[in-house]
């Protein structure tokens, strides 16, 4: 079938069911007889059901909570433009009930740094995006991170043996060797 949204009742009809039990077959609820169950399952198969995960956090009416920890910046340098690209992926996720809060750090500060590590601990977050400064600390940060289950990014640097989901930023290594060549 084409690629394209369906509505518990577009499944209903489909399955020749209640929209009430294409839900209680999608949220496992039970009470649904099997040549139900089975007709719900065939339409899911072919229609390549896959849960909306933004629809289920609007339903669940959570609010999903990332901070970020970055250096302090001025207007129009470096860490504006990341904290300005941070702030517009924000404004789209905001429909759908994500927020984005922010914890500064002076740049080569690492007591900075490891205050506003401590205090991210001190916070209920979903998500964290991470400048790291200094390796040893993010480490302690990252392992905090781990154990409760908190997804983490690294942007601008990336700390290597980690799991972070993914780290954004330039090949400082090649940029390195490309310049010299060019030079």
């Known amino acids: 079938?084409?690629?394209?949204?369906?509505?518990?009742?577009?499944?209903?009809?489909?399955?020749?069911?209640?929209?009430?039990?294409?839900?209680?077959?999608?949220?496992?609820?039970?009470?649904?007889?099997l040549a139900s169950m089975e007709k719900v399952q065939k339409v899911l198969d072919e229609i390549d059901y896959q849960p909306n995960v933004f629809a289920i956090?609007?339903?669940?009416?959570?609010?999903?909570?990332?901070?970020?920890?970055?250096?302090?910046?001025?207007?129009?340098?470096?860490?504006?433009?990341?904290a300005q690209g941070v702030g517009r992926a924000a404004q789209e996720l905001h429909p759908i009930n994500v927020g984005v809060d922010y914890l500064y750090y002076s740049h080569a500060d690492k007591q900075s740094y490891e205050e506003a590590c401590r205090l991210l601990q001190q916070e209920s977050a979903d998500a964290v995006l991470i400048a790291p400064n200094f390796e040893e600390e993010t480490l302690k940060l990252t392992s905090y991170l781990e154990k409760n289950d908190i997804p983490y990014v690294f942007v601008d640097f990336n700390i290597e043996h980690t799991h972070a989901l993914c780290y954004i930023g330039q090949d400082s290594r090649t940029s390195g060797y490309i310049a010299a060549k060019i030079l």
């Open 1 to 33: 079938m084409e690629n394209k949204i369906y509505t518990i009742k577009d499944i209903a009809r489909m399955a020749g069911v209640s929209a009430g039990t294409v839900d209680r077959v999608l949220h496992n609820r039970g009470d649904v007889s």
């Open 57 to 82: 956090g609007l339903a669940a009416k959570k609010r999903y909570r990332i901070v970020c920890i970055i250096p302090y910046y001025i207007e129009h340098d470096y860490w504006h433009a990341v």
